[in-house]
């Protein structure tokens, strides 16, 4: 035993250690994530799970990996995913998924989708809540960078906050005890240690529900607001104190408006901005999640269950798209993916981009660039340079022409390891 100690020892300290892996990545055309243009038949070359170098020749030993015909691009990150939800056209089908499924098994879904996303070429995700799992987004997180199960990089944000009565489950008998879909806080004492929890807990972000209730008045989406005034600024303040950034939904204007006062680092949803709205988002330099997709995708079901309001929402948020692209309004690709089936791939959200008024190459940096600018990461994520994470991923056709090609990626490296 202590022989075998000794030797173990005595190896492992002679034993030179291993210089880490070199590849070179030859790029039929590529699209860094913040130049303008794409430039043609640049090497990568990556040193462990970092990009050393960008240039055009390969360095002697180096392992090759030829995408010569192909498009490479940074791997793609979605800001605004649920992993442990499994699509929620209407009310029902969202109570099914907190009744009828443990936290266990909604994890084990879970797994399966951070797959599916990373396959997709998401190698980051920021995800926006739980919706009554706990703190199981944490517990994936752990796994993935583990090594336990493939997965993107995570960003996650526990439990989302919002008032007594202000989100499901509700609508059954006060007799029961139905699961919450979030964090029930109350007054600005509750809402502190509610933040306190999550980040003891492990969340990234904080994110609450600013808004419900969405109506329609003189051609504007408007809406209730959830916690006063007092308690949103609390809340907002202890997650910048714990040094946490914060996501609201909001959809209507007034949700909108008091999110903004709040002082929240982003906006989700977002359907009812309006010029004013927009102006005051620029001027603090607050992000804007859209999250079309998921609008499209609930749109009619939701109608055809009795609230016409959806697809005049769903419209609504094309123009107000149109005119945040004008106004120069920070855009980051999100698209509540978990709200729609994950069956479904996440990246058909970048076709409703370019419909609604986005170049392919700003639609391409609001997944990148844009997309790691809002979570702090841009000197590790989001661009294709040195010192970035080997994150990489990689498309037959020309993106630029044809935006719907990001639905189909064919390579996927995260941090210098090929996953596809
Ligand atoms: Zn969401």
């Not at 997709?120 to 583990?146: C, P, Q, S, W």
């Not at 007799?175 to 979030?182: A, C, D, H, Q, S």
């Not at 600005?188 to 600013?210: F, L, N, P, Q, T």
């Not at 709205?277 to 607050?286: F, K, N, S, T």
């Amino acid at each position: 035993m202590r022989a075998a100690l000794l030797f173990c020892l005595v190896s492992c300290l002679l034993a030179a250690p291993s210089p880490p892996k070199l590849i070179a990545i030859r790029c039929g055309r590529l699209i860094d994530g913040t130049s303008a243009t794409p430039r043609s038949n640049a090497v990568i070359v990556i040193e462990g799970e970092r990009i050393r170098d960008l240039g055009s020749s390969v360095p002697a030993g180096a392992e090759v990996i030829d995408l010569s015909r192909s498009t490479v691009l940074p791997g793609l990150v979605d800001n605004h995913t649920h992993i442990l939800l499994n699509g929620d056209i209407t009310a029902a089908d969202y109570d099914e998924q907190l009744l009828k499924e443990s936290i266990p098994y909604r994890a084990i879904r879970a797994a399966a989708n951070v797959r599916t996303a990373l396959l997709h070429g998401f190698t980051t995700m920021r995800d926006l809540e739980t919706e009554g799992a706990m703190y199981a987004d944490v517990d994936v997180k752990t796994a993935i960078n583990r090594g336990i199960i493939p997965g993107p990089r995570m960003f996650v944000a526990t439990r989302s906050l919002a008032p007594t009565g202000m989100y499901p489950l509700l609508g059954y008998s006060w007799e029961l005890k139905v699961p919450e879909g979030v964090q029930v806080v109350d007054g600005a004492d509750s809402i502190r240690r509610a933040v306190r929890e999550e980040v003891k807990y492990g969340a990234d972000w904080i994110k609450y529900y600013s808004d419900r209730k969405y109506f329609f008045k003189d051609g504007a989406l408007h809406s209730w607001v959830n916690f006063t005034d007092e308690e949103a600024a609390a809340l907002v303040g202890e997650s910048h104190r714990l040094g946490r950034k914060v996501a609201a939904h909001a959809m209507g204007r007034e949700g909108i408006d008091a999110a903004l006062r709040a002082g929240v680092d982003s906006i989700e949803h977002g359907d009812g901005l309006d010029d004013e709205l927009m102006d005051r988002m620029i001027r603090r330099g607050v992000y804007w999640c859209p999250t079309i997709y998921v609008g499209v995708y609930v749109a009619e079901g939701r109608a055809a269950a009795g609230a016409p309001i959806w697809p005049k929402m769903r419209d609504l948020e094309a123009s107000a798209f149109a005119k945040a692209v004008k106004k120069g309004v920070r855009i980051s690709f999100g698209t509540d993916a978990g709200g729609f089936s994950w069956t479904e791939n996440q990246a058909k959200e970048f076709a409703y981009m370019v419909k609604y008024g986005m170049t392919p190459m700003q639609a391409i940096q609001s997944a990148t660039s844009v997309a790691a600018a809002l979570l702090g990461e841009q000197e590790n994520l989001g661009s294709i340079e040195p010192g970035r994470f080997a994150d990489i991923i990689a498309v037959d056709g020309d993106p630029l022409t044809d935006i719907t090609e990001l639905e189909r990626v064919k390579f996927v490296m995260k941090g210098g390891e090929v996953m596809r």
